[in-house]
């Protein structure tokens, strides 16, 4: 009888801080239409406008011809926010209490301590919803991660749960985020129809 060794457990991808630096560089990142010149320029922190340019440094994974600059402080603050979010959207993949409404008792420290998060990285407590593009207080019990793929890449935001509905109508027809989807093989597969 052959002795098959277990598989060693995966490492977790929010200790990876490479993976960290990627999330920052595609989710946190503000348009250049939301910077003034001096933070185009590389000459300010594209987040609080620092203005010390030996500290400040280009984000890990930004090619070199590209000015942006940002302060260690953010850096930080930003870092802390995407794997707080990671950390909360893989709960609520697993937990269909998440899923059906408020936040489990297991989910409000992951809810809290994104929230706080959220707060040091930009000032305040509100976050963008997706569907309905209203904004609200991410600690509120029905506000959840959600990640979604795109054309391009995997998107984060947050929506209601358990649904949220928008205020944009195609043909009559209110369109509705379907339940939080894990990406599978780059694809996402969503349950729910929409109505």
């Known amino acids: 009888m052959e002795h098959v060794q277990p598989q060693p457990p995966e490492p977790d991808p929010t200790e990876e801080k490479d993976w960290i630096d990627r999330l920052i560089l595609l989710h946190e990142r503000p348009l250049p239409g939301e910077m003034s010149e001096q933070q185009n320029a590389?000459?300010?922190?594209?987040?609080c406008s620092a203005g010390d340019p030996a500290k400040l440094r280009p984000l890990n994974g930004m090619l070199p011809?590209?000015?942006?600059r940002a302060c260690p402080a953010c850096i930080e603050a930003r870092g802390v926010k995407v794997k707080t979010f990671a950390v909360w959207?893989?709960?609520?993949?697993?937990?269909a209490a998440?899923?059906?409404?408020?936040h489990c008792p297991a989910a409000m420290p992951l809810a809290e301590a994104h929230a706080a998060?959220?707060?040091?990285?930009?000032?305040?407590?509100?976050?963008n919803l997706i569907c309905c593009k209203v904004q609200e207080d991410v600690s509120t019990p029905t506000v959840a991660p959600v990640t979604w793929i795109g054309s391009d890449s995997a998107y984060h935001s947050?929506?209601?749960v358990p649904k949220c509905r928008s205020p944009r109508r195609t043909k009559?027809?209110?369109?509705v985020v379907p339940k939080y989807a894990v990406p599978d093989d780059g694809a996402?597969?969503?349950e729910e129809d929409r109505r």
């Open 42 to 47: 590389g000459e300010k922190c594209m987040w």
């Open 65 to 68: 011809v590209w000015p942006l």
């Open 89 to 95: 959207a893989e709960h609520l993949a697993d937990c």
């Open 98 to 102: 998440c899923q059906l409404g408020d």
């Open 117 to 127: 998060a959220v707060e040091t990285a930009t000032g305040s407590k509100l976050v």
């Open 158 to 160: 947050y929506v209601h």
């Open 172 to 175: 009559g027809v209110v369109r």
């Open 188 to 190: 996402t597969r969503n």
